[in-house]
T-cell receptor, first 109, second 113 residues
């Protein structure tokens, strides 16, 4: 059983489309992170959430603590958004981290 | 402000050898955590150090160890390397707890032959 589940695993979109990636978790958390990993390995932390909603440019992340669910939205998607998006949670019982398996996004021009 | 620096970027080792990886956190960050990423298992948490003390540890064998120095730089050591240890090893630094943002390094890609 995975503590963090992401969907979909793979996603292909046309440039300009609105994209949603979902993350569900089963542990008590202190914070949820959305990470972006481009080919070559480098990881960038996009958001850290413990409640509500955050927006950065075309990216929006929301979290529902009661439902243990988070979504990452990309508006007006662009080919440069092509990457693997990973959801990670930090637990509230000792700084353990669990990761989703990632969503591989390809945006076609 | 310099980011998280991991060295070396690439490494090739032979089975049975040991390896040491280094991570220099962002200045002022006291927490350094290490992760292993493989195609089969994805990202997995190895351990976290805070103020020179290991604060938490993932489910990895004792061959994987680490330490943190007084300047917050951290090293990770893997002894008696196995082929399955081939992976991207990432470290991340933060100010303190999971409530603070994490900054990741670019990783060290280890290949065991």
């Amino acid at each position: 059983k995975n503590e963090v589940e992401q969907s979909p695993q793979n996603l292909t979109a046309q440039e300009g489309e609105f994209i949603t990636i979902n993350c569900s978790y089963s542990v008590g958390i202190s914070a949820l992170h959305w990470l972006q990993q481009h080919p070559g390995g480098g990881i960038v932390s996009l958001f850290m959430l413990s409640s509500g909603k955050k927006k950065h440019g075309r990216l929006i992340a929301t979290i529902n603590i009661q439902e243990k669910h988070s979504s990452l939205h990309i508006t007006a998607s662009h080919p440069r958004d092509s990457a693997v998006y990973i959801c990670a949670v930090g637990t509230n019982t000792g700084n353990q981290f669990y990761f989703g398996t990632g969503t591989s996004l390809t945006v076609i021009p | 402000k310099a980011g998280v620096t991991q060295t070396p970027r690439y490494l090739i080792k032979t089975r049975g050898q040991q390896v040491t990886l280094s991570c220099s956190p962002i200045s002022g960050h006291r927490s350094v955590s290490w992760y292993q990423q493989t195609p089969g298992q994805g990202l997995q948490f190895l351990f976290e150090y805070f103020s020179e003390t290991q604060r938490n540890k993932g489910n990895f064998p004792g061959r994987f160890s680490g330490r943190q120095f007084s300047n917050s730089r951290s090293e990770m050591n893997v002894s008696t390397l196995e082929l399955g240890d081939s992976a991207l090893y990432l470290c991340a630094s933060s100010e303190g707890t999971a409530n603070y943002g994490y900054t990741f390094g670019s990783g060290t890609r280890l290949t065991v032959v």
